[in-house]
């Protein structure tokens, strides 16, 4: 299954938009207004919470879905 990602753009305040991810789960996370990049927080694929040392490099730990490609 193909992950489809839906930004909800947050107030221009903000460093980062909200990032949902549809896969085989629900994943979501944040899309930083600078760079582009993706954190993961929550992984689409196999639905495990990101290790917090992982979020920033945008790939799930557990499984190695990458949310920067």
């Known amino acids: ?5 839906e930004i909800i753009k947050t107030h221009d305040d903000h460093d980062s938009d909200d990032v949902v991810m549809h896969g085989k789960f629900k994943g979501f996370g944040y899309k930083g207004k600078k760079d582009g990049k993706i954190g993961l927080i929550r992984c689409p694929e196999c639905g495990q919470e990101n290790y917090s040392l992982a979020v920033a490099k945008g790939q799930c730990c557990w499984c190695g879905f990458k949310a920067n490609l």
Request: charge should be negative; avoid cysteine; aromatic fraction near 20%.
């Open 1 to 5: 299954m193909e992950t489809t990602y």
